[in-house]
């Protein structure tokens, strides 16, 4: 079993900045059997939508059109924690963010065996 757990959602304003983290734990967990680990969004009414990518076996980064220039994902050397970086955070990235890892197709959850619970990040205008 895998765990993932967030932290530094919260509430800011538009212009403003916030730092998630992502760390996995559990029993069952090896860093180096996880592919990729990344990050998701829910806005209210909305579906899930992929935001950025870290993979590991060959390090990459990927990110979404909505968010390339503004998030950042980096991953800690342990390779267990999994960081997004978003500046210039506008009204619209208000939503529950979660980490995911897995192993399948980075751009879908579908390819995400675990989920962290997510973490609530509000921007106000």
């Known amino acids: 079993q895998v765990q993932l757990e967030e932290s530094g959602g919260g509430s800011v304003q538009a212009g403003g900045s916030l730092k998630l983290s992502c760390t996995a734990s559990g029993p069952t967990f090896d860093p180096y059997s996880i592919g990729q680990m990344g990050w998701f969004r829910q806005a209210p009414g909305k579906e899930r939508e992929f935001l950025a990518a870290?993979?590991?076996?060959?390090?990459?980064?990927y990110y979404a059109d909505s968010v390339k220039g503004r998030f950042t994902i980096s991953r800690d050397n342990t390779k267990t924690t999994v960081f997004l970086q978003m500046e210039g955070l506008i009204p619209e990235d208000t939503a529950v963010y979660y980490c995911?890892?897995?192993?399948?197709?980075?751009?879908?959850?579908?390819?995400?065996?675990?989920w962290g619970q997510g973490t609530q990040v509000t921007v106000s205008s």
């Open positions: 995911a890892a897995g192993n399948g197709n980075i751009w879908f959850q579908y390819g995400y065996n675990y």
């Open positions: 870290h993979t590991h076996i060959h390090p990459f980064t």
